[in-house]
């Protein structure tokens, strides 16, 4: 019986230049949302929601609110993933505040803000598991479900984001929450059916 063989790990500078490709699309795919007037799942979506309502930008919102997440990627996923982790949500952070002064929409239709951003939430998520790492939050502990019980990262994403985008129906009108879980849904079925157990494991 042959031993199995273990996958080669990603290089640092591949780790790195994925990381910032991700927060990119991931970035790009909030800003998308909010000037919709959208809300989004998970831990960027409840740094949305509180942004929206306070005097702080989603970008700090969401980097403090990943703090506590790191102890358990440490202790349940090692030092590189929290650190990769690390590395995915301070360039979301950064790169989300900067964006009012990259780039303008002359027009954003509701529905393509939902649907498009979702698209490029979901994409830039699918990298960093690909790249032993998350974007924090929820993302820790869909990972650690699936590596641990083959419990399907993206379905875990979807059950926690629909929960988060509902309590967005005290936020938002009913027209845009049911935008806002379109997106959520698209961004997860981006990840259910490309992260899928055997097919391209986290080493």
């Known amino acids: ?11 640092l500078f591949e780790d790195l230049f ?8 991931v970035g790009m795919g909030i800003y998308m949302m909010k000037l919709a007037g959208l809300l989004t799942g998970g831990t960027a979506g409840l740094a949305l929601s509180i942004s929206t309502i306070a005097p702080v930008s989603f ?7 990943n703090l506590p997440f790191y102890v358990l990627g440490i202790k349940t996923l090692g030092w590189r993933f929290a650190t990769n982790t690390l590395v995915a949500v301070t360039s979301v952070s950064v790169f989300a505040d900067q964006l009012d002064h990259l780039i303008r929409f002359e027009h954003l239709d509701p529905a393509f803000a939902a649907i498009g951003g979702g698209v490029l939430v979901g994409i830039g998520m699918l990298i960093t598991f690909r790249h032993n790492a998350s974007l924090g939050g929820v993302g820790i502990l869909a990972i650690y479900l699936q590596k641990r019980y083959g419990v399907r990262a993206g379905k875990v994403q979807m059950g926690v984001d629909c929960c988060i985008v509902l309590i967005g129906f005290l936020l938002v009108s009913l027209p845009m929450l049911l935008l806002s879980i379109g997106g959520a849904i698209a961004m997860n079925t981006i990840i259910a059916v490309n992260h899928k157990p055997g097919r391209y494991q986290i080493v």
Do not use: E, I, N
Request: charged share 15%; glycine share 4%; with cysteine.
């Open 18 to 25: 994925a990381l910032v490709c991700s927060a990119v699309l």
């Open 59 to 65: 970008g700090q919102v969401f980097f403090v609110m």
């Open 1 to 11: 019986m042959t031993d199995k063989v273990r996958p080669p790990r990603h290089s």
